[in-house]
């Protein structure tokens, strides 16, 4: 596939179009369905009420548009199955509020489930079911939690998850058999995070972050060899959320309870505005890209993967040590 193809590109748009103008008709006539997000013990600022769920619209958005408008896209059914019914897991979720043990018995059995009918989306389907199967299952649940731990700052998931798929596409376009779907996956999350960042604001919800993360591990399973190059370029908010819950654990906390201990939390709570601390971190993300990207990182064995992924997590590390010092020894 040629990436820079036109079709590509009236995708990308009319994907994002499509969510806008859905997302507008949801809002205005069916308002009712979506739950109310107030603020809670981990929001890092106060706000009023607001529509939380929007994610559900993601991808109804994807196959209204590419079956209805846009016909040149090849779309694998496992892909968008998976897909669709994490993003339904995390809706229900947005409504009833299910407890961590239900939601990972959900999504563990789903995925299951689809490996079952399509066993094509394991990671290193060269190795022996059991194993490969393993590390499938890990880094689905690590994707999905992921995305769904930095869900809440305003446009911090989704301005993640975009610039993350964009690099791993740009890393080499050519391992994607399926990169029509992917860009225009982007069109649909890059539209919400510039609308939700500047413009109205609702939170895309469990529905949406499901969303992501389910995305976000199929793009990794169509480039395993990235395997260290991708969790690099998720940094530094997963350097965040390593080092905060290390201490977390050293300080004796109960890790299922909501917090707002996070670098990107407390920076929030600092400026009392969400957009110069979403920038900065997509900016980090940059340069960490610029630093994959002309020392080709992404060209190395995962031996040598491994040795810069520990290089940046202890530079990270260091970075994130004076966060400790926010933590009380008193439980």
């Not at 990794?220 to 990235?226: I, L, M, R, S, V």
Request: overall charge neutral; some cysteine.
């Amino acid at each position: 596939m040629i990436i820079d193809n036109h079709n590509f590109f009236e995708g990308f748009f009319i994907n994002g179009l499509t969510f806008v103008i859905l997302t507008f008709i949801f809002l205005k006539y069916f308002k009712s369905i979506f739950p109310i997000s107030t603020p809670s013990t981990r929001s890092a600022l106060s706000h009023e009420p607001i529509p939380r769920g929007i994610g559900i619209v993601f991808p109804i958005s994807f196959i209204l548009s590419n079956f209805t408008f846009y016909h040149s896209t090849e779309i694998n059914i496992s892909y968008l199955s998976l897909i669709l019914c994490c993003t339904a897991i995390g809706f229900f979720d947005d409504l009833r509020n299910i407890n961590y043990i239900k939601k990972l018995i959900s999504l563990t059995f789903v995925f299951t489930l689809i490996i079952f009918i399509e066993p094509e989306i394991l990671l290193f389907k060269n190795l022996n079911f059991i194993t490969s199967f393993t590390i499938s299952i890990f880094f689905f649940i690590f994707y999905v939690l992921f995305f769904n731990q930095i869900d809440g700052i305003n446009g911090l998931s989704s301005g993640t998850f975009c610039f993350f798929l964009a690099s791993l596409i740009f890393l080499n376009p050519f391992e994607f058999s399926y990169l029509g779907m992917f860009i225009n996956i982007i069109g649909i999350v890059f539209l919400y995070f510039i609308l939700n960042l500047f413009f109205t604001k609702f939170f895309q919800g469990d529905s949406g972050a499901y969303f992501l993360g389910s995305v976000a591990y199929l793009a990794f399973q169509e480039n395993e060899k990235f395997l260290f190059v991708s969790l690099i370029l998720l940094f530094p908010i997963l350097g965040d959320i390593i080092w905060t819950t290390l201490m977390r654990i050293y300080f004796g906390y109960n890790l299922s309870q909501p917090h707002k201990e996070h670098l990107y939390q407390k920076s929030v709570t600092y400026f009392k505005i969400h957009l110069p601390v979403t920038i900065c971190h997509i900016i980090l993300q940059s340069l960490l890209f610029l630093i994959i990207y002309f020392l080709k990182l992404h060209k190395h064995d995962y031996v040598n993967q491994i040795v810069y992924l520990m290089i940046f997590g202890g530079f990270i590390s260091l970075f994130y040590l004076y966060t400790s010092y926010s933590f009380n020894k008193v439980k």
